[in-house]
């Protein structure tokens, strides 16, 4: 069974990332970003994700001449990882989807004070009902007409 290139919007991933150029995974490896991406996206520790670089530049070193051979060793790589991203992922989405939940219950109970509130101030400004059953005695000043 051969290995299935990954594939992203624009073809093969690998060579779009540039992984078949075995100068640039070299300069990836070395990068101090890609151990602090690495890092954040596996969720494991800046050090444990420049060990495990450190591991593949140790795979990639020998085989530095041969292209396909370095796309191999990096797509094994991150095979390898990509279960550990995926329960990083994972756990983000459920700690977001949790604090939304939180942030909906309290939107709701804001509501409800909200409508309690707005109901005592209407009851408030209208009458009462025997107010408006007893007639009311209107006093009008008398207006004189000058003639």
Not at 46 to 62: C, F, I, K, M, S
Request: hydrophobic fraction near 45%; proline fraction near 6%; aromatic fraction near 6%.
């Amino acid at each position: 069974m051969g290995r299935q290139p990954l594939r992203g919007p624009g073809g093969d991933l690998a060579k779009s990332l540039g992984f078949d150029d075995p100068n640039r995974v070299m300069a990836t490896l070395d990068d101090p970003k890609t151990a602090a991406v690495f890092a954040a996206v596996t969720g494991m520790s800046t050090d444990e994700a420049q060990a495990a670089l450190g591991t593949l530049r140790a795979r990639v070193e020998p085989v530095k001449d041969d292209p396909a051979h370095v796309t191999a060793e990096v797509l094994d790589f991150l095979a390898q990882y990509t279960e550990r991203a995926k329960q990083q992922a994972l756990a983000a989405a459920a700690k977001a989807q949790r604090a939304a939940t939180i942030g909906s219950w309290i939107t709701f109970g804001v509501m409800l004070v909200t409508l309690g509130v707005s109901i005592v101030g209407a009851m408030g400004g209208v009458p009462s009902l025997c107010r408006w059953r007893t007639p009311r005695h209107w006093s009008t000043p008398m207006i004189e007409a000058r003639g």
